[in-house]
C-alpha cells in the first residue's frame, strides 16, 4: 500500500487535470475553476503535448514529415513516416538503465522518469504485451487521468494540431464500446469544446485496448451537405448527401 501511495504521489498512474496543472506552475487560484471551465482541460492536453515534444516522445522529424492540403473541398492529409510495418509495432524508447542514467538524460525531471520506469517493469510481470496498457508504456510517456480513462499524447501524430488519445484503463477489447462508454465520450467532448475524438473499431491498429484518437481541428466533412432522415426524441438523425462514401449524422442539442 505504502509503494502504491508513493506511485500515485509521483503520478506514475496518470496525473488528474488538477494535479497536471499544478505541476505545470498553472493552477488555478480556485481547483474549481477547472470543472466549469471548458478551456481548461484543452489546455491541459495542449500543454502534455508540448511537454511530450520537448522530452522527445514525440519526435520532430515525424511532425516534420506531415504534409496538408487540399483537393477541391477535401483535405488531404500525407503522412510519409507511417509504414504500417513499422508503427503498428510500438514505439522504441530506450528506457533508462539506472537512477543516474534518468536524471543525466532528463535532469530533475530523470527522477519521475525512473520511479515510472520501475513502477511499470512491476506492472507488465504476467500479463500479454499491449501497447496501450499501462505497463509497456515507455518511461517518458506521461499521462493524465480523466474518470476510467488516460489521456496520451499520440507519438505517431497524423496532424500537428496535437494529436492524443484517449484509452481506457481497462484492458477490453475495441468493439466493447457501450452506453456508459458513449456517456462518457460526450461528457469528454463537451468539457473540451473544440476536441474532435475519433473511433476506430476493427480498423484500429491495437483491437484489444479500447481507444479513441483526439485531434483539435475540424473535419472537412463537417461541411458536407445533410439530409434529414428521422427524429428520435431530442435526436436528429440524418445522411451524407454528396459525399463520396455513405455516412450518417446524429445531432441534439441535448448531451
Not at 29 to 38: C, G, P
Not at 40 to 46: A, D, G, P, Q, R
Request: glycine share 6%; aromatic share 10%; proline share 4%.
Amino acid at each position: 500500500w505504502a509503494a502504491y501511495m508513493e506511485a500515485k504521489r509521483l503520478g506514475l498512474y496518470g496525473l488528474t487535470p488538477e494535479e497536471f496543472s499544478a505541476r505545470s506552475g498553472k493552477q488555478d487560484e480556485d481547483s474549481s475553476a477547472l470543472s466549469s471551465n471548458n478551456n481548461s482541460l484543452t489546455e491541459i492536453i495542449k500543454d502534455l503535448s508540448t511537454r511530450q515534444r520537448a522530452i522527445g516522445f514525440v519526435k520532430s522529424e515525424f511532425l516534420s514529415q506531415i504534409y496538408n492540403y487540399r483537393v477541391g473541398r477535401y483535405l488531404v492529409h500525407l503522412v510519409s513516416y507511417r509504414d504500417p510495418k513499422k508503427y503498428t509495432q510500438g514505439v522504441s524508447f530506450e528506457e533508462p538503465k539506472s537512477r543516474k542514467d534518468a536524471i543525466k538524460k532528463y535532469g530533475s525531471y530523470g527522477e519521475i522518469v525512473w520511479q515510472r520506469h520501475l513502477e511499470r517493469k512491476r506492472l507488465r510481470r504476467g500479463i500479454d504485451r499491449c501497447n496501450l496498457c499501462l505497463g509497456f508504456m515507455p518511461a517518458i510517456e506521461e499521462l493524465i487521468s480523466w474518470r476510467d480513462w488516460f489521456i496520451a499524447i499520440q507519438p505517431f501524430p497524423i496532424t500537428d494540431a496535437d494529436h492524443f488519445v484517449l484509452i481506457n484503463k481497462e484492458h477490453r477489447p475495441q468493439i466493447s464500446i457501450d452506453e456508459g462508454v458513449l456517456k462518457e465520450i460526450i461528457e469528454f467532448v463537451s468539457q473540451t469544446g473544440e476536441v474532435r475524438l475519433i473511433y476506430n473499431m476493427v480498423g484500429a491498429s491495437i483491437t484489444q485496448h479500447l481507444h479513441f484518437q483526439g485531434i483539435f481541428q475540424k473535419l472537412p466533412i463537417e461541411e458536407a451537405q445533410t439530409k434529414l432522415l428521422s427524429q428520435r426524441g431530442k435526436v436528429n438523425i440524418s445522411e451524407l448527401v454528396d459525399w463520396p462514401v455513405a455516412g450518417f449524422v446524429l445531432e441534439s442539442e441535448d448531451k
